[in-house]
Every structure is written in structure tokens, then in C-alpha cells.
């Protein structure tokens, strides 16, 4: 039996033939961008890629999908061989940082990119490439309770918290998975049927809000 049995059922063939030929490229592999991959994997996505400049520290254990072994690894590389294991998907890892020089080269052929940074400077890069290019991008975002999927056309850079550090912000696990599973869903929608949804999510009172 095919590892997507209970998806394609729920989806239908053609729906499924459509993301596995979709070229997704996820920009950041943390808290968001690791779990978004393993998702979109498992979902039966095939022609993936992720890019992310960053090793696994052990801060990234209780929030992301690595675990202490691969403590010290390349993110995106780790991301990959999971997905390989899990699936049998052979998928691209870069690890190397999003920058104005190499940004064309690893976007290129790309149907999507999901924009899953951590900081505005790449969010705004990211952003206004996809808008100069009419590239779709999708940003999944949180702060706090609050988690937010938007598509480009209604998307703002937000501003980097001061004094906050890189790492240092609070951050709830059940957050993340509630806005992987609706960045999912919002992206799959438009590999489907070409429909852009944005969501927002507030932990606190279970509140999803969308819009069309």
C-alpha cells in the first residue's frame, strides 16, 4: 500500500498527482519550516526543497523536529534525510543563507515558496523578490499566542522585536503545530485548486480566523 493511502482517498488521485509535481521550496527550517517539510512530505509532496543556514542547537529540540543525536548538524540536511527516511523522497537541503546573490538560483523553477524565517531582514528579501518576480509565496508566522499564514498580496513585513534575541522569546510547541497544520492546508488548497487563504490563529481562546 502507498504511504499516502488514507490522503488520496480523502483527496482523490488527481489532486494528489498535482502536489507531487509541484516545485515547493521552504525558506527556513525551524520551528515552522521543519515541521512544514516533514508535513508536506508526508502529505505526498516529492519535488521539495529547503534552504536554511543554521546547524541544530539543543534550544531546537522542544519546538522542532530534530532530535539530541543530530545536535551540531545542518538543518536543512537533517530535514532531508528525515523526509528520505520517512518517505523515500529524495528531497533538496541547502544550507547556505537566503541572500540577494544567490536568491534567483535557489528559487528557480519553483511553483511556490513558503517563507518560514525567523528574522524581517529575510522575510523582506524573500517578500520582495516573490513580489518583483510574480513568484506565490506563502509567510507563516508567530509571536507569542498569535500565529498568522498569509499570502503574499495581503502580506507585511513585521519588525523584529528589540531587545528580544534571536532565541529568546517565549514560544508554545501546540502554537506552531496548529499553524504548520493551517499552512499546510492553505497550501495545498492553491496546489489544488489555485485558492489563496490566509489564516490567523490566537492560542489563548482556540480562535482561527480566515479570509479568502
Known amino acids: 500500500m502507498s504511504i499516502t493511502l488514507h490522503e488520496t482517498l480523502f483527496r482523490g488521485p488527481e489532486a494528489m498527482e498535482k502536489l507531487e509535481m509541484a516545485r515547493i521550496v521552504v525558506c527556513g527550517a525551524g520551528a515552522l519550516g521543519s515541521q512544514l517539510v516533514d508535513n508536506l ?106 500565529g498568522e499564514v498569509k499570502w503574499n498580496e495581503r502580506y507585511q513585513v513585521p519588525n523584529d522585536v528589540a531587545g528580544v534575541g534571536a532565541c529568546d522569546y517565549p514560544l508554545a510547541r501546540n502554537l506552531l503545530l496548529f499553524v504548520v497544520a493551517l499552512g499546510s492546508e492553505s497550501l495545498l488548497r492553491w496546489v489544488w485548486r489555485g485558492e489563496k487563504r490566509d489564516f490567523s490563529f490566537t492560542l489563548e481562546d482556540f480562535s482561527i480566523n480566515f479570509e479568502t
Open 41 to 146: 512530505a508526508r502529505h505526498g509532496a516529492k519535488n521539495l526543497g529547503v534552504i536554511d543556514k543554521d546547524r541544530v542547537e539543543e534550544h531546537n529540540i522542544g519546538t522542532q523536529i530534530f532530535e539530541r543525536a543530530e545536535i551540531g548538524a545542518w538543518k536543512a540536511e537533517v530535514v532531508a534525510a528525515r523526509v528520505f527516511r520517512a518517505t523515500g523522497s529524495e528531497i533538496e537541503g541547502v544550507s547556505k543563507e537566503l541572500t540577494t546573490q544567490n536568491i534567483a538560483k535557489w528559487t528557480r523553477g519553483a511553483d511556490v515558496v513558503v517563507d518560514c524565517f525567523d528574522n524581517c531582514a529575510s522575510r523582506a528579501l524573500l517578500t520582495n523578490w516573490c513580489r518583483e518576480k510574480g513568484l506565490a509565496c506563502l509567510h507563516l508566522g508567530v509571536n507569542t499566542d498569535y
